[in-house]
């Protein structure tokens, strides 16, 4: 099974830039689907960004064009970068990894196996 470990959160002023790693050991993270997610207090897991085995990559829409995800397989992490961020970005960060073989990574948190500890992210105004 596959191991996560997040870094690179921290406190940033709206419209600053963050890049998140999301740390994979016991197997090549191209083997499964990985998925970004946040949580903000009181709030269920928000899918955030995914990226399959293939490489094909999906937004939310609250995101798209300000995030980026992408995945370094020589060094087996995980990445986004952020930047525009607004005050409603804050949230604790989590990747995730599932290597059931789906058609599509699913954007339900419900759905992944295999999660990292969060990095906390806080945008203020």
């Known amino acids: 099974q596959v191991q996560l470990v997040e870094s690179g959160g921290g406190s940033v002023q709206a419209g600053g830039s963050l890049r998140l790693s999301c740390a994979a050991s016991?197997?090549?993270?191209?083997?499964?689907?990985m998925g970004w997610f946040r949580k903000a207090p009181g709030k269920d897991h928000e899918w955030v960004a995914s990226i399959d085995r293939a490489g094909n990559i999906n937004y939310s829409n609250s995101v798209k064009g300000r995030f980026t995800i992408s995945r370094d397989n020589a060094e087996n992490t995980l990445y986004m970068q952020m930047y525009s961020l607004k005050p409603e970005d804050t949230a604790m960060y989590y990747c995730?990894?599932?290597?059931?073989?789906?058609?599509?990574?699913?954007?339900?948190?419900?759905?992944?196996?295999?999660w990292g500890q969060g990095t906390q992210v806080t945008v203020s105004s």
């Open positions: 016991g197997n090549p993270l191209n083997n499964y689907c």
């Open positions: 995730a990894a599932d290597g059931r073989r789906w058609s599509a990574c699913q954007q339900d948190s419900a759905e992944y196996r295999t």
